[in-house]
């Protein structure tokens, strides 16, 4: 069984989607023989590569109230991670481009698998969320990439280009093909769609309902 699972990066949401799949995925009993891909969609794409406005900034700018606004979504949006295991601390993240994020993400695909990939992505999460971490930052993806198996010489000059870009693009297009308008967004054997960070029983509820109809045509 295949699962694809756009997100980005820089979404609370998405790391608490990948969470409540992983929770799903425990109580499934095919998970060995489940493979999850990570597709890039970027939700801020003008977002900036250097800086100082923290994400508590940013939103209190974008939907008014200033930083305190901000702090309070963001503190709203910790106690749903919590729910799910996560201990966010995103009132030092900086609000910052994850676009050559996602190029290193294809790079771990490339190189390592889905399994390598999956690390990376876990390892960006937790070094934005946790760490407060500037993943717009050449040398710290580099670093972050070594962490999980990548040769950081590699990683760097792959950075340093523009390599990949067409393979971020072909996520980004296949989303938009499907009708995703936000992450996480997750397709399932490219049968079943599942939009937002839905509660883990869900998940579990179209694992088993997809694993029942393998091998079975897709509906036009």
């Given at each position: 069984m295949r699962i694809d699972f756009w997100a980005d990066v820089v979404c609370p949401w998405c790391y608490i989607g990948k969470r409540r799949l992983e929770q799903a995925l425990?109580?499934?009993?095919?998970?060995?023989?489940?493979?999850?891909?990570?597709?890039?969609?970027?939700?801020?794409?003008?977002?900036?590569?250097?800086g100082t406005e923290t994400v508590a900034e940013m939103l209190g700018h974008r939907y008014g109230g200033g930083r305190e606004a901000g702090l309070q979504m963001i503190e709203q949006v910790g106690q749903v991670a919590a729910e799910a295991g996560l201990q966010l601390d995103q009132s030092r993240s900086l609000h910052r481009s994850s676009h050559d994020a996602h190029r290193l993400l294809h790079l771990a695909l490339a190189e390592g698998g889905p399994s390598a990939q999956s690390d990376l992505e876990e390892?960006?999460?937790?070094?934005?969320?946790?760490?407060?971490?500037?993943?717009?930052?050449?040398?710290?993806?580099?670093?972050?990439?070594?962490?999980?198996?990548?040769d950081a010489e590699r990683a760097a000059a792959v950075l340093a280009s523009d390599e990949l870009e067409d393979a971020v693009a072909r996520d980004v297009a296949q989303a938009q093909a499907y009708g995703a308008t936000g992450v996480p967004f997750i397709v399932i054997d490219d049968r079943y769609g599942i939009s937002g960070a839905q509660p883990t029983e869900l998940f579990l509820q179209t694992l088993q309902r997809a694993w029942a109809e393998r091998g079975q045509p897709v509906p036009a």
């Amino acid at each position: 069984m295949r699962i694809d699972f756009w997100a980005d990066v820089v979404c609370p949401w998405c790391y608490i989607g990948k969470r409540r799949l992983e929770q799903a995925l425990e109580q499934f009993p095919h998970a060995d023989e489940v493979t999850v891909t990570f597709r890039s969609f970027e939700l801020d794409p003008g977002a900036p590569r250097e800086g100082t406005e923290t994400v508590a900034e940013m939103l209190g700018h974008r939907y008014g109230g200033g930083r305190e606004a901000g702090l309070q979504m963001i503190e709203q949006v910790g106690q749903v991670a919590a729910e799910a295991g996560l201990q966010l601390d995103q009132s030092r993240s900086l609000h910052r481009s994850s676009h050559d994020a996602h190029r290193l993400l294809h790079l771990a695909l490339a190189e390592g698998g889905p399994s390598a990939q999956s690390d990376l992505e876990e390892r960006l999460f937790a070094a934005y969320f946790v760490e407060g971490r500037d993943i717009a930052d050449q040398a710290v993806l580099a670093e972050l990439g070594s962490v999980v198996g990548l040769d950081a010489e590699r990683a760097a000059a792959v950075l340093a280009s523009d390599e990949l870009e067409d393979a971020v693009a072909r996520d980004v297009a296949q989303a938009q093909a499907y009708g995703a308008t936000g992450v996480p967004f997750i397709v399932i054997d490219d049968r079943y769609g599942i939009s937002g960070a839905q509660p883990t029983e869900l998940f579990l509820q179209t694992l088993q309902r997809a694993w029942a109809e393998r091998g079975q045509p897709v509906p036009a």
